[in-house]
């Protein structure tokens, strides 16, 4: 999608022909002991696939549906979430679909005043997996963003296109270590010593990292050796739909639970 069309789909209020929900999975900090957020993941409304979800997303609609995605994660977790607190929601966009970062923020910023959401509770996942057109528009987005006090965070770090230039280039807030770098890390030394010095980096430059996809005792036992505190994964809880779910052995609050009430 050019930028001429992002601004047509924009200014047409370009609609899309399906309709989707969210998803949440938690985000654990093993040091205090508490859900330190939930990430937003795009279900289908009879619990359909994100991947069903995204195969509808069509160039002249990519806009519409990035937008739409943000509103629904904000106002789903206006109404779920805890109030009084600082639980994150993590909500994953598409850089490729921006094509003025304040521009396109306004919708989230109106959706976050509605539900009474902080800004520095967001945060916004965009994945190295995404070839990026403009490298340098990519980093006037995560400006923007943090200039408006949402957090970033760069997904699937390890898996994608540009690696370690990413860190130099865009500054985010947090990286998240691609699942297939942490699978089975507890039995091979060679993800150990890569991991490691990933986070080793990205404490340096004052970076906060999530390992993501744990599923094993194992797995989290070495990751936390390597200096990991945030974790997300299948060991801890599978993503519920519209409902925040409970973690065994972490404190929540009743609505943590509590399926949505329309």
């Not at 039995?187 to 999530?210: E, F, H, N, P």
Request: aromatic share 10%; proline share 4%; with cysteine.
């Amino acid at each position: 999608m050019t930028g001429r069309i992002g601004c047509q789909g924009c200014r047409d209020g370009v609609e899309l022909d399906f309709t989707f929900t969210m998803a949440f999975q938690p985000i654990l900090d093993i040091v205090t002991e508490r859900v330190w957020g939930y990430e937003a993941l795009v279900r289908g409304t009879g619990g359909e696939s994100a991947g069903s979800i995204l195969d509808r997303v069509t160039p002249e609609t990519v806009y519409r549906f990035d937008q739409a995605a943000r509103v629904k994660a904000i106002e789903l977790a206006g109404r779920l979430f805890p109030t009084g607190d600082q639980t994150k929601l993590s909500i994953n966009f598409m850089p490729n679909a921006v094509y003025e970062p304040a521009a396109c923020i306004r919708s989230s910023l109106e959706a976050a005043r509605r539900a009474g959401f902080a800004h520095d509770r967001i945060m916004f996942e965009f994945t190295e997996n995404e070839k990026f057109r403009d490298t340098a528009h990519v980093t006037r987005i995560v400006a923007e963003y943090r200039k408006q006090g949402f957090l970033t965070a760069l997904d699937d770090f390890g898996a994608g296109f540009a690696g370690l230039s990413l860190l130099a280039n865009f500054q985010p807030d947090l990286i998240k270590i691609d699942m297939d770098l942490l699978r089975g890390i507890d039995s091979d030394q060679r993800r150990q010593t890569i991991v490691g010095g990933l986070i080793g980096i990205a404490r340096g430059l004052g970076l906060a990292v999530i390992a993501e996809g744990i599923e094993t005792q194992e797995e989290l036992a070495t990751l936390r050796n390597l200096g990991a505190t945030l974790f997300q994964g299948y060991y801890f809880a599978r993503p519920h739909l519209e409902q925040l779910p409970a973690v065994a052995g972490f404190p929540a609050p009743a609505v943590f639970a509590q399926t949505l009430v329309a």
